[in-house]
């Protein structure tokens, strides 16, 4: 028995916090337009704004003044009158050179602390301080195109039911449909264990699947069988290309041993009993036998060895699992290089990817993915 499933919206789990805007205090000049261009360039290349490099260093006042970005506060509660002691300017070299230029109008205003990820909020920190707004480096696909969520909710909606089809279906047994649709219900809001697919977007093909089987191992978790499940299969797809690499290489090696043993005594026989002109004519012959076998075997091996150097098993991957992964199950999803991880159910307790924990968003991982929730609307019996 198979359970259509009906979801809601699909919801992207950012891997940063929302934009939250926060404030720095920053030393501003206003300089005559005629003097802005020669002052922007001098503190552009002596003075950079290395903290603050989303800043744009100057705006137009009025028609005839400049507003040039000196530098950052030195410190939180710095205060105007502090620019007027000179024992307190010379310790900030961007401000000794105002001083030094005979720049009197400078004061204290407010401007962001950092740049949003989120581009529409752009306008918001403008109205402190203008801002450059540049791609953050680990911006993803669907933060720059928010549009391809739609696109990409019914091929996820495919594999979630999949997913959770198998996830039923190892506990459900023969009931009556009322009680197994009551049983799911109670399964998806209450039940710990879990059920895991891996899927090549590029094929639709399921690469990979797993249950929860923690009653037998205490890894075993739904994902980790899943990814051995696609290790495994890649095992064997390697070791029967190096078998038909070897077969190439050396097609008499897969013949009967016994023919080749008795091959070779008679090909000794025949070396000793003929002269020495045939022996170095059969040498030679043999020389360029092995050499002709020597370069069959490195073609070989150069095929086997450009199948097995490819990227990391999953690379390219999507897995759905019913249940939020814990820490353990994402950091393994990191280490074998999954592209997105669509989940259900989230797990408020140990969940890694939202629900308790946002272990995505660490920049100091080497590899990052998409996450997905998709939750779960209805259950209608087919």
């Not at 203008?130 to 594999?159: G, H, M």
């Not at 399921?206 to 923690?214: A, K, L, P, Q, S």
Request: charged content about 25%; overall charge negative.
């Amino acid at each position: 028995m198979d359970f259509d499933l009906k979801f809601e919206t699909l919801k992207f789990i950012r891997s940063q916090d929302d934009d939250i805007l926060v404030l720095t205090n920053i030393v501003v000049a206003s300089v005559p337009l005629k003097f802005g261009n020669n002052l922007i360039r001098q503190l552009t290349s002596k003075y950079p704004l290395d903290s603050l490099k989303h800043l744009k260093r100057v705006k137009k006042k009025s028609e005839e003044r400049l507003e040039i970005v000196v530098c950052e506060a030195p410190f939180p509660d710095f205060v105007i009158q502090q620019l007027k002691d000179d024992s307190v300017i010379n310790l900030y070299p961007a401000l000794k050179f105002i001083k030094d230029n005979n720049i009197d109008d400078i004061y204290i205003t407010k401007a962001s602390n950092s740049p949003p990820r989120d581009k529409t909020n752009v306008p918001k920190w403008n109205e402190y301080w203008p801002i450059l707004w540049r791609i953050p480096d680990n911006l993803s696909e669907v933060e720059l195109n928010p549009t391809s969520l739609i696109s990409a909710q019914p091929y996820f909606e495919k594999y979630m039911n999949i997913a959770c089809n198998k996830f039923f279906k190892s506990f459900i047994c023969d009931d009556s449909t009322e009680s197994v649709v009551t049983k799911v219900s109670t399964e998806l809001s209450t039940c710990c264990t879990n059920s895991a697919i891996i899927v090549d977007p590029a094929t639709s093909l399921i690469i990979g699947e797993g249950f929860d089987r923690t009653n037998i191992h205490p890894l075993d978790h739904a994902v980790m069988v899943a990814i051995k499940d696609v290790a495994n299969k890649i095992l064997i797809v390697e070791s029967q290309t190096v078998i038909g690499a070897k077969k190439m290489a050396d097609p008499l090696s897969h013949e009967d041993e016994s023919e080749n043993a008795e091959m070779e005594k008679e090909a000794k026989r025949q070396r000793l009993n003929e002269g020495n002109e045939e022996c170095i004519s059969s040498s030679s012959f043999h020389l360029q036998t092995l050499e002709a076998k020597s370069t069959l075997e490195e073609s070989a091996t150069c095929q086997v060895r450009a199948k097995v150097d490819r990227p990391y098993m999953c690379t390219g991957l999507d897995c759905f699992v019913v249940r939020e992964p814990c820490v353990m199950c994402a950091m393994a999803m990191v280490h074998s290089r999954i592209q997105r991880v669509v989940y259900c159910i989230p797990d408020l307790e140990f969940g890694a990817l939202g629900g308790k924990f946002k272990l995505h968003s660490q920049r100091t991982l080497n590899h990052h993915y998409e996450v997905f929730h998709l939750p779960q609307k209805e259950i209608s019996n087919i």
